[in-house]
């Protein structure tokens, strides 16, 4: 079969999942449940084929891109360990068996997570700035070796008193840095 026999097939496809006329899930469930004998299917199997090649190729030949790559696996393994460790009832299981079910939890799950980030960020900020202001040199590349995953001083155990009277602390917004 000559390399270009479904490029008209396969860019009319891909236009009309750009202008909205046809979702990307709707053309994958259709080659997923209809017959694999489909050769758009077969030609879009190959481009994906491809495609994956030549970033292997690149990442394989460039160092940046691995270094790229392999930080941004880790900042989201860091995170993802910091919502499970959120998330410890039942033994951190989703108990219910329904989709939108077990899409909520995680929703709820990854919200307090971003609610116990939010409040590492804003003392770290205050403790940065107040180092700063005792004359303490504070770079980015300090800041950098810090993380907004720790959880020693959260306590997920036991139980809270809720004083609705007690005036909330301003979050700090600016970070003198050099």
Not at 57 to 66: A, H, K, Q
Not at 115 to 136: C, D, H, P, R
Request: proline residues 3%.
């Amino acid at each position: 079969m000559p390399p270009l026999v479904h490029y008209a097939d396969m860019m009319r496809t891909a236009m009309s999942v750009k202008a909205g006329k046809i979702t990307a899930s709707t053309i994958l469930r259709r080659f997923g449940t209809k017959n694999r004998k489909n050769k758009l299917y077969f030609a879009f199997r190959e481009l994906g084929r491809v495609v994956r090649t030549m970033f292997l190729l690149e990442y394989i030949t460039d160092v940046d891109l691995r270094k790229t790559i392999q930080a941004a696996t880790c900042k989201s393994e860091e995170f993802n360990e910091f919502a499970r460790w959120l998330f410890f009832a039942n033994g951190g299981k989703i108990p219910a068996n329904l989709r939108h079910e077990q899409s909520k939890i995680v929703k709820y799950n990854h919200l307090l997570a971003n609610f116990a980030i939010l409040y590492n960020v804003n003392a770290m900020t205050e403790v940065f700035n107040q180092l700063k202001s005792e004359g303490y040199n504070i770079t980015r590349d300090i800041m950098a070796e810090f993380s907004p995953y720790h959880t020693e001083h959260l306590g997920r155990l036991g139980s809270f008193e809720l004083d609705l009277t007690k005036q909330v602390k301003p979050m700090t917004f600016e970070l003198l840095v050099d």
